[in-house]
């Protein structure tokens, strides 16, 4: 019978134990993997000859990625004692790790994670490889460290920065787990068990490890001024981050450090199992367990059913244009090492693009999650030019000029001059058809739609637009090179604002018709950010401007002429030149430095003059109105079959516009809320029209 550990004695008598799961590419930790080292426990409990002890993982680069999520998920749905007992279970073993009649020391090597990072905090030293990355992700899955890491870390490396990285998530490199003391030393990989005996018998010969042990089983000890000081500094500093409602986990973890850090760490391990007990099994952390699960799927999917499709190499890739999003995407292919030849007009967009690349960087080492030698890989992959035929040796061209589609049709011609046959053609538009442009590509087989949200450089998510006549292999291709800049790509089929875009739209325009049938701009705003979403619809409009959204909306109510309406403010807003945030007024005026939003009387006269009604609207009806109109375009297109599967269309508004993650995604929500229940909800405006009529999936599913 294979089994997860192997246990050896080097010459010096100092065990060596090695956990290396068969037949998978990562270690994670799951009820078996636990009670098989209970049972090594057992027996180097009995060892007191030894020396020390040394835990490794047996795959290369890959330490702990964490607990066994499937598995976990099962527990999550089980019954309160159930949960208890299990955390008990782990954490009498971790006591026992602690308690070991000699020292112990992780030797660690690649992702340490989670359950991973929470073993080796139970071990008496740790020493790590330079590309190690340790973390307590949990609140993220909307969970706490629960085997033990809100009662040791502290222990180690003081509250203050337990606290940064428990309630913000966070992974951090093997260089700040050093200066934190988090790790003993970085050595390089080959001298591990090398360094890790050597540490073992400087442990010995000094004693520290029982004196320390004894300390870290004890009391943090800060005093009532201390602990009162830093536990509200830290809850308001996470409150002005994220909502306690929308995802507690975070508020929750902190309150098991401020409860059980000052007592005894058995105690303290008692305190985090019963704050475990708020967040395990709930909602949230079922939903985000759910998109950590989708997310990873759609990171393992090559994006076609058609498993013979080739994806191409691709050694160099042409941008052509150098504004916002031309540059965002020159910059994101070079700094995944992708040599990037950046194409525009004149020398002085070229100047412009490449400082913005610059300020890509900049603003990562001001925030310490990037290096002087990252802006030197990214500016030495990276070159410009005023010709086309620098494009020649490019095997995948991106188009990213202005929304005009004579204007991209127009450069389509250019380019076919100077592309290779077997190049393909990518167009970063967010609304034109591309089957419709295909038809002034140089090859419809090798065109495509590669649509980057803004700001490039932060948002993961890529759609990839197949039209009528591209090739699998086009498609393949063009799904590799996102994932290679480190995006997360979408396949789907041609239709009026794609995906994210065509279930976006309606939620802004109802915004802009309740605005207009006289609800508060502020109150439409409220509701849409107590729902979860990072802003306000109308807030949102005056973010991507109003010509962007004035277009956008036109192309809409063109391809679905029965259900949406084109509110007639937006193009008089655009005619008055309130364009939004850029031009200093929109539906609101950016003031100062930093362009803070504040009310303008002005913009009243202009509203007053296209109202259509006054009346007083509940935050109910906004909710009702904002999402149930995204809910039922987001229900169509699945019916359409725009994408494969209901989980592209979670992750791609998830990843796109941010819906709320804590929901699990907008048909996770209906079905949360119950579709009978939504049907209700959708049936007190179909007076409104087409727009807010049933779906057949919803009357089925409400049948159902």
């Known amino acids: ?57 047996g795959k290369p680069g890959q330490y702990i990625a964490g607990a066994d999520l499937k598995e976990f998920g099962v527990l999550m749905a089980s019954t309160e004692e159930a949960i208890t007992g299990s955390l008990v279970e782990v954490h009498d073993i971790l006591n026992r790790v602690n308690q070991l009649p000699f020292p112990t020391v992780a030797l660690i090597d690649g992702n340490c994670l989670g359950g991973g990072t929470e073993l080796s905090l139970s071990m008496d030293e740790r020493i790590a490889t330079p590309n190690t990355k340790i973390g307590l992700p949990e609140v993220g899955l909307g969970l706490i460290p629960g085997w033990g890491g809100t009662q040791r870390l502290p222990r180690l490396i003081g509250i203050n920065a337990a606290i ?3 309630c913000g998530g966070k992974t951090i490199p093997a260089s700040e787990a050093a200066k934190l003391g988090l790790v003993f030393d970085i050595v390089p990989a080959e001298s591990l068990i090398e360094e890790g005996c050597r540490l073992i018998e400087h442990l010995q010969q000094s004693g520290d490890w029982q004196t320390t042990r004894a300390t870290r089983s004890g009391p943090l000890g800060l ?49 985090e199992r019963k704050c475990a007990l708020e967040v395990v099994g709930s909602p949230n952390s079922s939903n985000l367990i759910s998109v950590f699960f989708m997310n990873n799927q759609i990171g ?130 967010s609304t034109i058809s591309i089957t419709r442009m295909a038809k002034a590509a140089p090859n419809a087989e090798k065109f495509v739609g590669m649509h980057f949200f803004y700001p490039v450089d932060r948002m993961q998510l890529v759609e990839v637009i197949r039209g009528e006549k591209t090739s699998d292999d086009t498609v393949a291709t063009i799904v590799k090179l996102a994932k290679q800049a480190r995006k997360v790509p979408i396949v789907m089929k041609d239709c009026a604002g794609f995906l994210v875009n065509r279930i976006l739209l309606p939620y802004m325009i109802e915004s802009v018709l309740m605005l207009l049938e006289g609800a508060d701009m502020d109150q439409i705003d409220k509701v849409a950010t107590k729902f979860g979403m990072p802003m306000g619809p109308i807030a949102l409009h005056d973010l991507v401007g109003m010509d962007t959204a004035c277009y956008a909306g036109r192309v809409m109510v063109g391809a679905y002429s029965d259900r949406m309406v084109e509110p007639s403010l937006l193009q008089a807003m655009v005619d008055s030149g309130r364009m939004g945030k850029k031009a200093g007024v929109g539906f609101r005026k950016f003031v100062g430095r930093k362009k803070s939003p504040t009310a303008d009387p002005e913009f009243n006269k202009l509203l007053d003059e296209h109202r259509t009604n006054t009346r007083e609207f509940t935050d109910e009806e906004i909710e009702d109105r904002l999402f149930l ?74 049948k159902q």
């Open 1 to 57: 019978m294979s089994t997860a550990f192997q246990y050896e004695e080097l010459d010096s008598k100092i065990g060596l134990l090695t956990f290396d799961l068969p037949d998978q590419k990562v270690n994670t930790l799951s009820r078996a993997v636990w009670q098989e080292l209970s049972g090594k426990l057992a027996e180097l409990e009995q060892q007191s000859d030894l020396k020390g002890l040394l835990f490794r993982s």
């Open 164 to 166: 940064d990285i428990i």
């Open 223 to 271: 005093n009532e001024d201390q602990a009162t000081f830093t536990f509200a500094v830290s809850e308001g500093g996470i409150r002005g981050k994220t909502s306690p409602k929308h995802y507690p986990a975070p508020f929750i973890a902190l309150k098991a450090m401020k409860e059980g850090v000052n007592e005894t760490l058995l105690d303290g391990l008692a305190v």
């Open 300 to 429: 393992r999917d090559p994006g076609l059913k058609n498993r013979d499709a080739i994806a191409s190499e691709v050694n160099r890739v042409g941008v052509v244009g150098a504004g916002l999003m031309g540059a965002g995407i020159a910059t994101t292919m070079a700094r995944s090492g992708v040599p990037t030849v950046m194409m525009d007009v004149s020398e002085e967009r070229l100047a412009d693009g490449m400082g913005r690349a610059q300020h890509v960087i900049a603003s990562r080492m001001k925030i310490g999650r990037a290096t002087e030698a990252d802006m030197v890989n990214m500016l030495s992959k990276l070159n410009t030019s005023t010709t086309h035929s620098a494009l020649s040796g490019c095997e995948v061209v991106v188009e990213a000029v202005t929304e005009n589609e004579e204007l991209k049709t127009s450069i389509y011609g250019q380019l076919a001059e100077v592309m290779a046959e077997d190049a393909i053609l990518a167009s970063n538009t």
């Open 629 to 702: 109109a995204m809910l039922l375009e987001a229900q169509r297109t699945l019916e359409e079959e725009i994408v494969s599967e209901p989980a592209h269309l979670e992750m791609g508004l998830i990843l796109g516009i941010g819906f709320p993650a804590f929901r699990g995604g907008i048909l996770k929500w209906c079905a949360d809320s119950g579709a009978g229940t939504i049907l209700d909800r959708v049936s007190k405006y179909t007076e409104l029209g087409k727009r807010f009529a049933p779906t057949d999936s919803l009357l089925q599913q409400a």
